[in-house]
């Protein structure tokens, strides 16, 4: 990852940066004239009339205002999708895929989208979309944006570089960045990665935001100041560049004869972030019984139910396992929340075999999951003594609304079609002589 990439720390803080100096109005938003003759744009990410602690947006003072484009026209993209879709029905069945093989023709990030699954409704702002990405080719004069959500990278495989409107991140495995509705940005890889894939939440629905600790006190979880924002930085180019955008679940092109990257300075709550899933702050229990997966919550985006979410964000972690008299992995169980889970790195503690990394499940409402039958007698007649996972980390997206997976999921070659068969051996040792 490069040396020269900045960040400014905390979690949904009011910012102010500017990469020339002076570059920021001072004592107003829209003077008559800006510095260096830059235009004045606000990018507003929730209504003007939300609550102030819940509203978010920031002012960016630009070469060139947004404004400056062709007409959209459609672009074609079978491999995108979104909700609601009639493609197919909501599925009960368990489901599980192998990783998506790394593209072998050139490709960039935005050709290599592939939808997974939908729920909810992304024009009345519900629910999310679940993709995945996978290129091996830098976007150079291509740039994109999201109008229907905010899109939470979580890379399992090779380095990315975002560079967005507000400044540069660079991701790894084990990390996450978060991209706000409406954001313009490009994906490049890192130096010396030929490739990159990764899974990507489409958040349709209220942003992202730290739960609530309740009776975990103050501190805890992902604490705030590990969340990092970019600086400002720009580039005032010039030339043949094109802007997708993903509007009603379709995907639209303009043409522009300059990069959109071109924000000098900016101030304000509304920009990209990233956040390193290694310092999450692990609660576990120190007596018995495995805690609900509730508290491995990153991030949330609430519904108008309170603690019945959009989407929770969660991760299973590194972490010590010692609880007595207990079995340890996640215990057999039916939801009424819709879980996807993918595997980032190592090894994940509930399935011993066929969950290797890039790899994920489908578990919708009500559909029964847990350790798979290897797992499951392992733990049953292991020694108790206290335990490192360690090398370890898979991400979870939970939602209300039950997914609906995508044909071209259902079809791909890297599902698992057996996925069903690592439960079958679990067999009957009801015994009513014997407790």
């Not at 992304?122 to 994109?144: E, I, P, V, W």
């Not at 939602?399 to 009957?428: C, E, I, M």
Request: charged share 20%; aromatic share 12%.
């Amino acid at each position: 990852m490069s040396n020269e990439l900045r960040y400014m720390p905390g979690f949904g803080n009011h910012f102010a940066t500017e990469a020339l100096p002076g570059a920021l109005p001072e004592g107003q938003n829209s003077p008559q004239r800006c510095p260096y003759g830059l235009y004045a744009e606000q990018l507003t990410g929730t209504a003007f009339t939300a609550p102030r602690s819940h509203n978010r947006r920031s002012w960016l003072y630009r070469i060139r205002p947004s404004v400056v484009q062709s007409n959209y026209r459609p672009l074609e993209n079978s491999r995108i999708q979104s909700s609601p879709t009639a493609e197919v029905a909501a599925d009960p069945n368990q489901l599980r895929w192998s990783a998506m093989p790394a593209p072998t023709e050139p490709t960039d990030f935005i050709d290599g989208l592939f939808t997974i699954a939908v729920n909810g409704n992304l024009m009345a702002q519900s629910g999310c979309s679940l993709h995945l990405y996978g290129f091996n080719k830098d976007m150079t004069s291509r740039f994109y944006y999201s109008a229907d959500g905010e899109m939470l990278l979580a890379p399992y495989d090779g380095e990315i570089v975002l560079r967005t409107e507000l400044g540069i991140l660079g991701i790894r495995p084990g990390e996450i960045a978060v991209i706000p509705r409406g954001v313009k940005f490009q994906v490049r890889l890192g130096e010396g990665f030929s490739s990159a894939r990764g899974f990507i939440c489409e958040n349709h629905g209220r942003p992202f935001e730290l739960p609530n600790l309740g009776p975990i006190g103050s501190n805890g979880l992902a604490n705030p100041r590990d969340f990092e924002t970019p600086v400002a930085w720009y580039e005032d180019l010039t030339g043949d560049f094109s802007l997708v955008a993903k509007f009603g679940g379709k995907l639209w092109e303009t043409r522009l004869s300059h990069s959109p990257l071109d924000v000098v300075a900016w101030h304000g709550n509304y920009a990209p972030y990233k956040y390193d899933l290694f310092k999450f702050n692990t609660i576990g229990t120190v007596s018995y019984d495995h805690p609900d997966p509730s508290i491995f919550t990153v991030l949330t985006s609430p519904s108008d139910t309170p603690g019945t979410a959009n989407i929770d964000f969660v991760i299973f972690p590194p972490r010590w396992m010692v609880a007595e008299h207990t079995f340890r992995p996640p215990w057999f169980h039916r939801n009424v929340m819709s879980e996807f889970l993918g595997l980032v790195r190592g090894v994940y503690d509930a399935k011993a075999e066929g969950f290797e990394v890039g790899g994920f499940s489908l578990h919708n409402c009500m559909s029964p999951h847990g350790p798979d039958t290897i797992t499951f007698e392992k733990a049953s007649t292991a020694e108790l003594k206290p335990e490192k996972q360690e090398d370890t980390m898979a991400v979870m997206f939970e939602s209300r609304y039950v997914f609906t997976p995508t044909v071209q999921a259902l079809n791909a070659d890297f599902r698992q079609h057996d996925y069903v068969q690592v439960w079958q051996g679990l067999k009957s040792h009801f015994n009513p002589n014997r407790r």
